[in-house]
């Protein structure tokens, strides 16, 4: 079994910044492409960013120029870095991941969600 764990989330003016990490551990063998979604009331989910194994990533264009998505293989880990802040950016943030553990399966695996909140 795999869990992936968030942190990072909380309240930040308009403008300001914020830094998001998620966490997996258990049976891994590979993790492919690492991303991060966001929910907001009355939404749907919707993908911010994307980073594959080697690194390459893609963005939604509302957040395009303004969120950073990195990772750290060594660690399993991936972080979101958020920059000018914007109200409507507030959403419960998920992580999300393909995960091959060591009977070779491959499946997706969803994060518990931290909350972002873009408020003065």
């Known amino acids: 079994q795999v869990r992936l764990v968030e942190s990072g989330g909380g309240l930040v003016q308009p403008g300001g910044s914020l830094g998001l990490s998620c966490a997996a551990s258990?049976?891994?063998?590979?993790?492919?492409?690492m991303a991060w979604y966001r929910q907001a009331p009355g939404k749907q989910r919707e993908l911010v960013a994307t980073?594959?194994?080697?690194?390459?990533?893609n963005y939604g264009d509302s957040v395009k120029g303004r969120f950073t998505i990195s990772r750290d293989n060594a660690k399993n880990t991936v972080s979101l870095q958020m920059n000018s802040l914007k109200p409507e950016d507030t959403a419960v943030y998920y992580c999300?991941?393909?995960?091959?553990?060591?009977?070779?399966?491959?499946?997706?695996?969803w994060g518990q969600g931290t909350q972002v909140t873009v408020s003065s």
């Open positions: 999300n991941a393909d995960v091959q553990d060591y009977v070779l399966k491959l499946r997706n695996y």
């Open positions: 980073i594959t194994s080697r690194s390459i990533t």
């Open positions: 258990g049976s891994i063998r590979n993790i492919y492409t």
